[in-house]
């Protein structure tokens, strides 16, 4: 079955770094993907990793997948004010569904 | 380039009432993605449309039907419609290969509606 999971909020002080863990349980996806939504605004694709990997560092994002455990993670290096947003992962399955978890919502303290 | 554009961008029905709701693709893209984030409920599935035909569907009833055009626009269609049903819904839109995707998605700001 497909489910994909996350903390509800997230709140780190400016300058730190941020984590956001994200489990899922179809062991068939072959994508994972991190979304930010910030308010009253579509969803924007921040990175994926494709499941053979277990990392992929863009600038100041790393994410981390461990596919034994069905466990990803997104690390915001040095975070800023404007990462004020909800966060979404997602999985692709089968029949191009994209799956997303609840979201986690991370305020950013100055 | 145009992203994925939505309107209306607001709509307000009555119970019982239908609402249409309409997507235009990233120019070159085919397939048009439609999903629901209600308050508090995340993101849900609701239809994947590529070269004009549906392809997957989520676990929504009946009464939320859609069509893609020639031209790889998409229109949403919700009948008779619930309480419930009140939510933002997002369209996305993708390049669409023979040989797969890489999945990623383009979100348009999404059409709110509510249902009163």
């Known amino acids: 079955g497909e489910d994909v999971e996350q903390s509800l909020f997230l709140s780190v002080r400016e300058g730190d770094s941020s984590v956001i863990n994200c489990t899922y349980t179809d062991s068939s996806s072959t994508y994972l993907y991190w979304y930010k939504q910030e308010p009253g605004a579509g969803l924007q694709l921040l990175t994926y990793?494709?499941?053979?990997?277990d990392m992929k560092q863009d600038q100041r994002l790393t994410v981390l997948l461990n596919k034994k455990d069905k466990h990803l993670s997104l690390r915001i290096a040095d975070t800023q004010t404007g990462d004020s947003a909800i966060y979404f992962c997602?999985?692709?399955?089968?029949?191009?569904?994209?799956?997303f978890g609840g979201g986690t919502r991370v305020l950013v303290k100055p | 380039e145009a992203g994925v554009t939505q309107s209306p961008t607001h709509l307000i029905k009555t119970r019982g009432q239908q609402a249409t709701l309409r997507c235009s693709p990233i120019s070159g893209h085919t397939s048009v993605y439609w999903y629901q984030q209600a308050l508090g409920l995340g993101l849900q599935f609701l239809l994947w449309?590529?070269?004009?035909?549906?392809?997957n569907r989520g676990n929504f009833p009946p009464r939320f039907s859609g069509r893609q055009f020639p031209n790889y626009s998409s229109e949403l269609n919700v009948n008779a419609l619930e309480l419930e049903d009140s939510a933002l819904y997002l369209c996305?839109?993708?390049?669409?290969?023979?040989?797969?995707?890489?999945?990623?998605?383009?979100f348009g700001e999404g059409s709110r509606l509510t249902v009163l």
């Open positions: 449309y590529d070269e004009g035909e549906e392809r």
């Open positions: 997602a999985e692709m399955a089968a029949g191009n569904k994209l799956t």
């Open positions: 990793i494709f499941s053979n990997m």
């Open positions: 996305a839109s993708s390049p669409q290969s023979r040989q797969g995707t890489t999945g990623e998605l383009f």
